[in-house]
């Protein structure tokens, strides 16, 4: 359990490293301190369907009849980790700030749905590492993983709202991003890989 804990921890911080600026953002924006709680429920809202359409997928990666062969979508997250390192979020980031730059024109009743929607748009590479993920675990570990997950976003939003006020870790946090997305994002796809037997099965083969 101890392993599945610090995976899906590492899971859920390199994913949601770049939901950290825009949170910060969006509690700067804030006028009112109550309007906290829309965000807090865009950000379950959102990441629940990326992760419900991820567990689906999973499921159905998990009819694959070797385990090493699902251990190849580990290959995905190594992807984007040398992807994000080479070309950053490129055009992601232009519609973030689209994004964005909408909620600075909507009212307080909007700010659920506009968080929600923020959250799945810019969670496009999160379904290249979730579903690999979540189909390298059993059902047990997967509810270990949603757990983690769950208080990851309260612990995100809570720091993001900490942070909103302190411009110097925002900066920072956004110059490094380029750096801290890869050294998870690759490790992660080596441990999908491992898990799953894959590399093992190919050095028997190569040996």
Known sequence: MGQTIISAIGVYISTSIDYLIILIILFAQLSQNKQKWHIYAGQYLGTGLLVGASLVAAYVVNFVPEAWMVGLLGLIPIYLGIRFAIVGEGEEEEEEEEIIERLEQSKANQLFWTVTLLTIASGGDNLGIYIPYFAS???????????????????????????????????????????????????????????????????????
């Open 137 to 207: 675990l059993d059902w047990s570990q997967t509810l270990v993983a949603l757990l983690v997950f769950a208080i990851g976003i309260i612990i995100f939003c809570e720091l993001s709202r900490v942070l909103s006020s302190i411009p110097l870790i925002s900066e920072t946090i956004e110059k490094y991003e380029r750096i801290i997305v890869p050294l998870v994002f690759i490790p992660l796809g080596l441990y999908i890989m491992y898990e799953s037997g894959t590399i093992e099965t190919f050095l028997n083969f190569i040996l």
